[in-house]
């Protein structure tokens, strides 16, 4: 099933000629309503009449993350306050958080986007949704819950946290899907698990995992511990919220509802458009928005985009797994490091769980890389010489994958704090030096 096929089936050339004619309309709404907006053109020397078609936009100058924290809270709004019904935010990592104004038209175009990745995991109106991502500022909760509503189905509103309960009303409401981070459905998969309940008195069969980047290998692990089929959901604050992207039932790849959200790769270091199919940086325009449309935006997420044609029939253009933020990368003693590529080794072997730590220092100038990971309950032991293997065949494989070798320090079962949200794997002392 599809939710709007005439959208997302549509030709290339139809597809462009959407998007062109909404560039032009969104280039002249900010031109227009939006301060800084017009300033940025006016220095870049162009005016909305030199935007005929989508070709146009690399004349066009980038938005950052940086603008939205300078124009905090609300200076990047291209409508007036009496029209923006909803707003969420994005804590970043330091200092005020992001936030995200929408008016009523931006809220139905998200809970559109929202419906065409449900359908597309198979689900509909007989089906319940329990979505696990947090409600409040954050768009997981409440974009995932418009999404629900929108085609029809049954949403259980859980937010994020109380296990127990999650896995009692999951039962009994009989969900057929899970909205939640891969990081906090492992945690829901441990706590299943331990429960003593039979997977059979679950209905339980789609996880809706994403907010955070995910390995195919985590998707295996889930997959196999929750005994369903996971499918990736992308999105972000600053665009909108989850349903910027979805995968169909080919799993080849994201793709982007790229009538409403205009994706480009650029090369993060120049900002030139890299040859088509090459990894670079993500970036999107918002055709549609009316509250806080964006430019441009630099989202830092490193993929690359496919434009053959998926076998599910959807023409809409795919993206690759995100590899991490660029801001997510971490550089030990030279070599770039993603800790994607950590839970990667550690879903593919079968002595530890996919929970870990890492932790980067400078000592006497040089950088310190130290991985605490998890062994599995069968695995684990008293007898030194049996850890000490396995923190060495770890040690090896992770230094295989990643380039440089990290200390590993192995720890119990259940030691390393589970996530209810986003993970939060790395703790790199260097940046308090
Ligand atoms: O995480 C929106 C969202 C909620 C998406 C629920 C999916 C499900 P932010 O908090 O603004 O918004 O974080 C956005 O999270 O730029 C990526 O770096 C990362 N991210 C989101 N989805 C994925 C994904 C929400 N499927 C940032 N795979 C983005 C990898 C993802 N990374």
Known sequence: MIWNESVECMSREEMRKVQSIRLKRVVERVYHNCEPYRKRMQEAGVTPDDIQSIDDIVKLPFTSKKDLRDYYP???????MSEIVRVHASSGTTG???????TRADLAMWAEAGARCLTAYGLGKNDVVQVSYGYGLFT???GAHAAVENIGGTVIPMSSGNTEKQIMLMKDLGAKALAATPSYALYLAEALANSGIPRDEFQLKVGIFGAEPW?????KDLEAKLGIKAYDIYGLTEISGPGVGFECECQN???LNEDLFYPEIINPETGEPVEPGKEGELVFTTLTKEGMPLIRFRTRDLTKLIYEKCSCGRTL??????????DDMLIIRGVNVFPSQVEAVLCEQEEFEPHFFITVDRVNNTDTFEIQVEVKEAYYSDEISKMLNLQKKLAHKIQSVVGIQPAIKLVEPRSIERSQGKAKRVLDKRKFQ
């Open 317 to 326: 253009v795919r993206m690759g797994r995100i590899l991490g933020r660029s």
């Open 140 to 142: 997981g909760g409440l």
């Open 215 to 219: 390995t195919e290998a985590m998707r």
């Open 253 to 255: 790849g994201t793709h």
């Open 96 to 102: 005020k958080p992001i936030v995200v104004g929408y």
């Open 74 to 80: 609300f200076g990047l709004l291209s409508a007036p």
